[in-house]
């Protein structure tokens, strides 16, 4: 678990395109971007310049 409250958790979404996240060991995940979102201390980073492209088999 990212250390987010389920509450907020339900909420979260891509910023780019608006679809819903995935939870990842290493924060919170885009499938259809294929983007990797940071969660620092249970705050996620929903922004373009702090995630990273990643190639991951769906």
Do not use: F, W
């Not at 294929?34 to 373009?48: C, T």
């Amino acid at each position: 678990m990212n250390g987010i409250p389920p509450r907020v958790r339900a909420l979260l979404q891509c910023p780019i395109c608006q679809q819903p996240l995935t939870d990842d060991p290493d924060g919170l995940y885009c499938p259809q971007d294929k983007r990797l979102y940071p969660v620092v201390a249970g705050v996620p980073h929903l922004v373009l310049e702090r995630s990273k492209k990643v190639s991951r088999k769906e």
